[in-house]
C-alpha cells in the first residue's frame, strides 16, 4: 500500500501541468480566431450542425455516433414521430442489433468502451477502423488522425481522459472536427455541452489522455474512425 501511495504521489509530482494553451474553447476569442485561420472542411461545419448534448452523463457515445452519422448523411434508422424525415437520434442507435452488443440500460449505468462504439458504428452501416493508443506512435497517430479529416467520407470519434486536460471528470467520446497545424491541436466538439463547450486540445494532452486506461475495457482508449459505406439516406 506504502509503495503504491509513493507511486501515485510521484505521477501528480511529475505530471506535466496544463497549460492555457493545452485548452483553448472555441468561444475565446482565442478559439475563434484559431477557428478562422484554420483550413475548416465542409464535413467540420456538418458536424457543428448535429452535434448535441448527451442526454444522459453516459450517453457520449451515442450522441457522438449520432452526431457522426447523421453528418455523413446516414439517417437511418430514424424515429417513427420524425416520418418522412430522416435523422439518427441518440436513442435510435439503439437498434435491436445494437442492444445486443450492449442494452440501453447498461450503456445508461456505465458508458461505452471504444471497441463498443465501434461494434455500434458498424452496425449502423459504417465501415470502422479502431485504433488504440497505446498501439500506435504519437506522431503516427497524428498523420492517421489529419488524414482523416481531410477526406469527405471520414469522421473521428475520441475516447479520451479528461485528467490530462484539467478537465472534471475521466472518461470521455467526442467528434474530433479539425486540426490546426500551427498549435498543434485538434477541435474537440465536447457532446457534454452542460460542462464544457468545444475546445481545441493540444495533441499532446489529447493523446496523453487517449493512453489512459479503459478500466471497463483494460485497454487504452484511442480513436474509432468511421467511413460511409452506401447507407445514406435521401436528404
Known amino acids: 500500500m506504502r509503495r503504491l501511495l509513493l507511486a501515485l504521489l510521484l505521477l ?3 505530471a506535466p501541468a496544463v497549460r492555457a494553451e493545452d485548452v483553448v474553447y472555441l468561444p475565446s476569442d ?4 484559431r477557428f478562422q485561420s484554420s483550413p ?9 450542425a448535429y452535434t448535441e448534448s448527451e442526454e444522459r452523463q453516459t450517453f457520449c457515445g451515442p450522441a457522438s455516433l449520432a452526431a457522426a452519422l447523421n453528418s455523413l448523411g446516414i439517417r437511418n434508422p430514424t424515429p417513427a414521430p420524425l416520418f418522412p424525415y430522416h435523422l439518427i437520434t441518440q436513442d435510435s442507435v439503439f437498434t435491436k442489433e445494437n442492444e445486443g452488443v450492449k442494452s440501453y440500460s447498461a450503456v445508461e449505468h456505465e458508458g461505452m468502451t471504444l471497441d463498443e462504439l465501434a461494434k455500434f458504428a458498424a452496425n449502423l452501416g459504417t465501415s470502422t477502423e479502431v485504433i488504440h493508443a497505446q498501439d500506435m506512435a504519437i506522431d503516427a497517430l497524428r498523420a492517421k ?15 479520451y481522459s479528461r485528467k490530462p486536460l484539467g478537465q472534471v471528470g475521466d472518461g470521455h467520446i467526442s467528434p474530433l472536427a479539425a486540426y490546426d497545424a500551427r498549435t498543434d491541436s485538434f477541435l474537440i466538439l465536447d457532446v457534454a455541452k452542460y460542462k464544457y463547450p468545444p475546445a481545441w486540445v493540444s495533441f499532446e494532452k489529447l493523446y496523453e489522455g487517449m493512453l489512459l486506461v479503459d478500466s471497463s475495457s483494460g485497454l487504452s482508449r484511442g480513436v474509432v474512425i468511421l467511413s460511409a459505406s452506401g447507407n445514406r439516406s435521401p436528404q
Open 40 to 48: 475548416i472542411q465542409p464535413s467540420s461545419l456538418a458536424l457543428l
Open 30 to 33: 482565442v478559439g475563434a480566431a
Open 12 to 14: 501528480a509530482w511529475t
Open 145 to 159: 488522425l489529419r488524414d482523416a479529416l481531410d477526406a469527405p467520407g471520414k469522421r473521428v470519434l475520441a475516447n
